[in-house]
């Protein structure tokens, strides 16, 4: 991605774009920076542009989980050419033709991470458009590590048990987190898991992410992280038949009838059990 030497700058309150955020982002100009303040009424004269430095070694950690998504520190620059603040962002762009994507993901990570004291995904902060694309800023995290780096980590550093219990029950504790609010992940993979420096889970990838309660397709979340484990496009998996059972399908199961809508408990329950019968031999 090339970037222009500065970018000028916008803002809108975080309510305007829970309500709202398309007719902002269609009337974005081209190579324009809109971000995300509730304070836009005081700082709407100091931050007036903002600069990109690409750092590629952000992506470390990230190798299989890359979509077309790029890493800078973004500079906030004032009035007298000084550096307000410097934050790390990721520059994530949608397809030219479903820039309601960007509003979607903004509503559903920050739905995400109202429900803790702490970060479940990345906070958006801003958007822009560049030769016609909307892309979005979030802030970027070091420490946080998708799973498939755990699970296909090369001859040279073979997985262990512990990576195995790692990446299965952070998989397992995101399905419940988001179930239990009555949401599906869309595709819930393994390179769609990830951890932080505490060792607690993550989601990275919300653009599939939507409110539902159709027991297929919560079910199609459990179905697809199992068939991820043995996606040979990143290599041999290391994880057996049993450990999928007893520490991925099991901590589910047992949390389920607490989580799931009454409409669909049945349904999934059984569709795990009948799983769990399958793998644990």
């Known amino acids: 991605m090339v970037y ?4 000028p700058t916008s803002f809108i309150d975080p309510q305007t774009a829970q309500e709202g955020l398309m007719p902002a982002l269609n009337n974005l100009p081209e190579g324009h920076i809109l971000l995300v303040s509730d304070q836009t009424k005081d700082i709407s004269g100091v931050a007036q542009e903002v600069t990109f430095a690409e750092r590629p070694d952000y992506e470390q950690g990230r190798e299989h989980s890359m979509h077309e998504v790029h890493f800078a ?8 050419d000084s550096t307000l603040s410097v934050q790390p962002v990721a520059i994530k762009p949608y ?12 509503v559903i990570s920050k739905k ?46 073979p997985t262990t048990p512990e990576d ?13 987190f988001l179930h239990d609010l009555g949401m599906v992940h869309g595709d819930f993979a393994v390179r769609n898991t990830a951890y932080d420096s505490t060792m607690q889970f993550r989601v990275i990838d919300v653009t ?7 027991p297929d397709e ?15 496009t990143w290599g041999n998996s290391a994880v057996n038949n049993q450990q999928i ?14 989580i799931l809508p009454k409409s669909a408990r049945l349904d999934i329950t059984r569709y795990v059990d009948a799983l769990m019968r399958h793998y644990d031999k």
């Open 4 to 7: 222009i030497e500065r970018w």
């Open 112 to 157: 995400l991470n109202d429900q803790h004291n702490r970060q479940i995904a990345y906070s958006t902060i801003g958007f822009t458009r560049w030769h016609g694309i909307v892309s979005s800023l979030t802030q970027f995290e070091q420490g946080v590590t998708s799973c498939d780096n755990l699970l296909w980590k090369g001859e040279k550093h």
């Open 208 to 214: 599939t992410t939507h409110p539902d309660k159709t």
């Open 218 to 232: 919560f079910c199609s979340d459990i179905s697809a992280y199992i068939e991820s484990i043995s996606d040979h």
């Open 245 to 258: 059972a007893e520490l991925f399908l099991a901590p589910y199961r047992k949390t389920a009838p607490d």
């Open 95 to 106: 397809p030219k033709s479903w820039p309601w994507l960007a509003e979607h993901d903004y």
């Open 73 to 80: 520190d973004m500079s906030a620059i004032g009035k007298d």
């Open 164 to 176: 195995i219990r790692l990446a299965l029950g952070v998989a397992a504790q995101t399905l419940v």
